[in-house]
């Protein structure tokens, strides 16, 4: 008999993306061979945000105040009846298939998380590269702080979401990196699905990448790159091995790892995009009308 839960939470924090965010909620529209609810958390856009969510029956709206991102996702994580759980940010999009090959993927094993790969694409949509990982590294994660993509992440609720495991709202840059790093440092099972089923756009207004852009950086920006720098400090210093105590040494051994890891991260990502096959998605069923 089927689990009368639903398969998947989508939870989508959003405030004036009126201009991607119908791609985000068409890409979900489109999953097959799954039962999904979305919820989106808006923290009250003044553009046309509401208008376009209007056009899909699928998707929840909640509209109030929060405290930021991830303030909106915790409360999308609390009101969440998925069997699995995710965030999609309002720009980003799901592949055709990703849901389904997740939960083929999920069948029959115990992981708290299963995550893959995903494509960088730019504003229009347009692919820039691809991003093709690996199976979990702990002490990576550590020193590399987040080399998964929370918009191909998921997180079974019954043992994750529904233990009060959320996301820290004092981390307004990195917080899947403390996420990830938290639920690895509490023995959480992460499984590694071996294809690309989410794109990630890239623009102006990411707030992780605002401030790469050296040409262009004002105090602002950097700001923002220092805050970012001290958040992922945080997790390594909170996270990571504590052998040496000494302050110089701390740092030398945080540079000796971090290049460590580098390497391993650059091999890995080549061989698992060049040996080994990806798994491709299923295409959706043809709709009654179209050719097949």
Same mark, same amino acid.
């Given at each position: ?16 993306? $009126?201009?991607? !965010? ?47 991102m991830s303030d909106a996702i915790n409360k999308g994580f609390k009101a969440a009846k998925g069997k699995w759980v995710m965030w999609l940010n ?7 298939? /990703? ?6 993927? /999920? ?41 998964? $993509? ?53 623009? $102006? ?8 852009n050296k040409e262009n950086r004002n105090a602002s920006d950097e700001l923002v790159r220092q805050k970012q720098f001290a958040e992922s400090l ?20 945080? $540079?000796?790892?971090? !290049? ?10 080549? !061989? ?21």
């Open positions: 008999m089927k689990d009368p839960l639903l398969d998947f939470t989508i939870v989508t924090p959003s405030f004036n993306y $009126g201009h991607f !965010i119908d791609d985000c909620l068409k890409s979900v529209a489109m999953q097959h061979g799954v039962v999904l609810e979305h919820l989106i958390y808006d923290a009250g856009s003044v553009d046309d945000t509401l208008e376009v969510i209007a056009k899909y029956p699928h998707a929840k709206v909640v509209q109030e105040a929060d405290k930021g309002a720009d980003d999009l799901l592949k055709p298939g /990703a849901l389904k090959a997740i939960l083929d993927f /999920a069948e029959g094993k115990d992981h708290d998380v299963i995550y893959s790969g995903w494509d960088f694409v730019d504003t229009s949509g347009k692919m820039m590269k691809p991003m093709t990982i690996f199976p979990f590294q702990k002490k990576m994660m550590h020193y590399l702080i987040c080399y998964i $993509g929370s918009t191909s992440a998921f997180y079974r609720r019954e043992t994750v979401i529904a233990e009060g495991h959320h996301l820290n709202e004092d981390f307004k840059y990195v917080m899947d990196g403390e996420f990830y790093n938290r639920l690895a440092s509490l023995g959480k099972k992460f499984g590694y699905l071996h294809a690309r089923i989410a794109d990630f756009r890239m623009h $102006g207004e990411n707030l992780s990448f605002r401030h790469r945080t997790i390594t210093r909170c996270y990571g091995q504590q052998v040496i105590k000494t302050t110089p040494m701390v740092w030398f051994v945080d $540079g000796f790892f971090n !290049i460590f890891f580098k390497a391993q991260k650059f091999l890995l990502k080549r !061989i698992y995009r060049w040996v080994v096959p990806l798994v491709e998605l299923e295409n959706p069923p043809a709709q009654e009308g179209q050719s097949k």
